[in-house]
């Protein structure tokens, strides 16, 4: 279900931005990480970026199934096209600088900051309506400010090129994100 979400994602994504840079990501062109090439802020920015991207996925397939508004549908749906893709070099970076994977059984992400805490995911899931719409709109707006801090922070602090390649295009993607985000709002 979440392969036929994202493809049909990708295509509104498409047909929304005009087949911009706002809805995908152009990682796909970064070679793979080199063993050598990172630092503990590269690791770390990996770490807390996955779960922070499965989040996003989580949050943009509840709205996708319970937003009533349309145009919240489309942002939720152009979310999910970059996201998964993105997890995937990460866990591979990982593995080639031999560096632990997130733990999600044991925290699911949900305590680090900029995350959304799983009582207000759970609270989020009981809404229905205009109110859901408002709640997930601020919520994702909060979710993709974190992504774009954590980006900037490896920017600063990080070594590795692939990583800083990936943390400019999620500033990129996720500042569009908050704007229509917050026209919408």
């Known amino acids: 279900m979440r392969k036929g979400l994202m493809a049909i994602g990708a295509a509104i994504a498409l047909a929304v931005t005009g087949c911009s840079s706002l809805g995908g990501s152009s990682t796909a062109a970064v070679p793979p990480a080199q ?16 779960p922070h991207h499965q989040q996003t996925i989580q949050m943009a397939d509840l ?4 937003a009533t508004g349309q145009k919240v549908k489309i942002v939720a749906a152009s979310v999910l096209s970059a996201e998964e893709k993105e997890i995937q070099m990460m866990k591979g970076w990982l593995t080639q600088w031999k ?9 699911g992400g949900h305590d680090m900051p900029g995350m959304i805490s799983t009582s ?9 309506g205009a109110a859901f719409d408002s709640q997930w709109l601020s919520m994702i707006e909060k979710h993709l400010e974190s992504g774009v801090t954590m980006s900037k922070t490896v920017l600063a602090e990080g070594q590795s090129a692939e990583a800083k390649a990936m943390a400019n295009e999620i500033i990129e ?9 917050q026209a919408l709002g």
């Open 35 to 50: 063993a050598s090439s990172h630092n503990q802020a590269d690791v770390k920015f990996a770490q807390d970026m996955i």
């Open 99 to 107: 560096a632990a994977h997130p733990d999600a059984a044991k925290h």
């Open 120 to 128: 207000d995911m759970t609270a989020l899931e009981a809404m229905s």
């Open 173 to 181: 993607n996720q500042e569009a994100k908050i704007k229509e985000v």
């Open 63 to 66: 709205a996708t199934r319970q």
